[in-house]
C-alpha cells in the first residue's frame, strides 16, 4: 500500500510537471513567433524610415537649390529695379531737355520762333535755319526714343523675373508641403518602430523567462524522475515502511488545524520561525507541528523528503503540500485542511489558499504524511 502510494505520488507529480513543460515549450515557441513577426514589422518600418530619410534629403537639397536660385532672381530684379529707376530718370531728363532745346529754339532770347526763320538774310539762310531747327530736334527725340526703347525693354525684362521669381515660390511652396509631409509620415513610422522594439523587448523578455521555467520544470522532471526511482528503490524495503508508520505521532488533525489557524493574518518573514515578528514557509510548518510533538527538519526541500508519499486523491487534512517555486525541487510547503484547500505562509502573508488556484497548482510537486491522524 505504502509503495503504490508513493509510485502514485511521483506519477502525478511527474505527469503534472510533464504537462507544464509541454504548456511552457509551446509559449515559448508563440512568443518566438510573435518576436519574428515583430523583427519583420521592425525592419519594415526602418525601410520606411530609410526612404523617408532620403527623401528629405533630397527635398532639403532642392529647398536649398530654390534658395539659391530665388536669391539670384531677387539679385536681378532689385538691379534691374535700380536700372529701370535710373533709365526713367535719364528718359525724363532727355524729355525735359528736348522740351527745354525747343522751348529754346523756338523762343530764344526776345525772337519768336517766325522771327528765327524770317531773320534769314536770304532764302537760302532759311532753308538752312529751318534745317538747322529740324535736325536738331530729330536729334532729341531720337534719343528720347531711344530711352523710352530702352525702358520698354527693362520692364519686359522685369516682367519675365517676376514670372521667374513666382514658379520658384510655387516650387519652395510645393517642397515645404513634401518637406512636412514626409517628416510627418518619419515621425509617426519613428513612434511605430520605438513601439514595435518596446513590444519585441518586452516579448524577448517574456521569452526568456518562460526558458528560465522550462529549464527549471526540465530539472524538476529530472529530479522527480530521479526522486522515483530512488524512493521506488526504498520502498521496496519492509523494515523502511514499517520504521516510518511506527515513527508516527498520533495527532488530532482538527486540533492540528486549529492551531495554525489561529496564525492566520502574520506577515511573510524570510527565515521567520516563530509568530513574532513571522513566519516563512517552512519556519510555520515547523512550529505548528513542534507544538504537537512532531520534529521537521528546518527547510522545504528537508522536510519533503520526511514522512511517506502521499498521492494527491489520497490527502487527508495534516498531511504537508509541497510545491516548486523560485528553484527546483520543493521550495515551498504548507499544511492541506481538506476540500482542497491549505493554510501556508506566503508572500501576501499567513493565509488559506485553495490547492486549485493556477499558480499553486502548476507547481505542485506532491505531499508528504507525517503524523497519524486521529
Known amino acids: 500500500m505504502a509503495t503504490a502510494s508513493m509510485t502514485t505520488a511521483y506519477a502525478d507529480s511527474l505527469t503534472q510537471k510533464k504537462n507544464q513543460a509541454k504548456q511552457l515549450e509551446s509559449q515559448v515557441n508563440q512568443m518566438q513567433q510573435q518576436i519574428e513577426k515583430d523583427k519583420q514589422q521592425e525592419s519594415t518600418y526602418q525601410k520606411q524610415i530609410d526612404s523617408l530619410t532620403a527623401s528629405l534629403r533630397t527635398v532639403s537639397a532642392s529647398l536649398s537649390e530654390n534658395q539659391k536660385q530665388y536669391s539670384e532672381i531677387l539679385d536681378k530684379v532689385n538691379a534691374l529695379e535700380a536700372k529701370i529707376q535710373q533709365n526713367q530718370a535719364d528718359l525724363t531728363h532727355s524729355e525735359n531737355e528736348l522740351a ?23 532764302f537760302s539762310d532759311f532753308l538752312s535755319r529751318l534745317s538747322e531747327m529740324a535736325m536738331v530736334g530729330q536729334q532729341q527725340h531720337d534719343i528720347v526714343n531711344t530711352v523710352a526703347n530702352l525702358q520698354h525693354e527693362l520692364v519686359a525684362q522685369h516682367k519675365s523675373l517676376d514670372a521667374d521669381k513666382k514658379q520658384l515660390e510655387q516650387r519652395r511652396a510645393q517642397l515645404l508641403q513634401l518637406q512636412s509631409v514626409d517628416n510627418s509620415l518619419k515621425q ?37 524522475i530521479a526522486e522515483t526511482a530512488a524512493a521506488e528503490t526504498k520502498v521496496q524495503n519492509p523494515t523502511y515502511i514499517a520504521q516510518t508508520k511506527s515513527s508516527f505521532t498520533n495527532v488530532n488533525a482538527n486540533a492540528l488545524i486549529h492551531y495554525a489557524e489561529q496564525f492566520i493574518g502574520l506577515p511573510y518573514v524570510w527565515g521567520g520561525t516563530t509568530p513574532n515578528p513571522g513566519f516563512d514557509c517552512s519556519g510555520f510548518t515547523q512550529y505548528v507541528f513542534n507544538h504537537f510533538g512532531i520534529s521537521l527538519n528546518r527547510t522545504a526541500a ?7 508519499p502521499v498521492s494527491q486523491g489520497n490527502l487527508q487534512p495534516g498531511d504537508l503540500v509541497f510545491f516548486s517555486t523560485y528553484a527546483p525541487g520543493a521550495t515551498h510547503v504548507g499544511i492541506y485542511i481538506g476540500n482542497g484547500m491549505m493554510i501556508n505562509a506566503e508572500d501576501a502573508g499567513l493565509m488559506i489558499t485553495s490547492l486549485s488556484n493556477p499558480y499553486w497548482s502548476s507547481r505542485y510537486i506532491g505531499a508528504r504524511r507525517v503524523m497519524n491522524a486521529g
Open 100 to 122: 527745354d532745346q525747343l522751348k529754346y529754339m523756338y523762343e530764344s532770347g526776345s525772337q519768336s520762333y517766325i522771327d528765327v526763320l524770317f531773320g534769314a538774310q536770304s
Open 188 to 224: 509617426a513610422k519613428s513612434a511605430a518602430l520605438r513601439n514595435i522594439q518596446s513590444r519585441e523587448q518586452k516579448d524577448k523578455n517574456s521569452k526568456y523567462t518562460l526558458e528560465s521555467q522550462l529549464k527549471m520544470t526540465q530539472a524538476q522532471i529530472q529530479q522527480i
Open 302 to 308: 528537508e522536510q519533503f523528503a520526511q514522512g511517506i
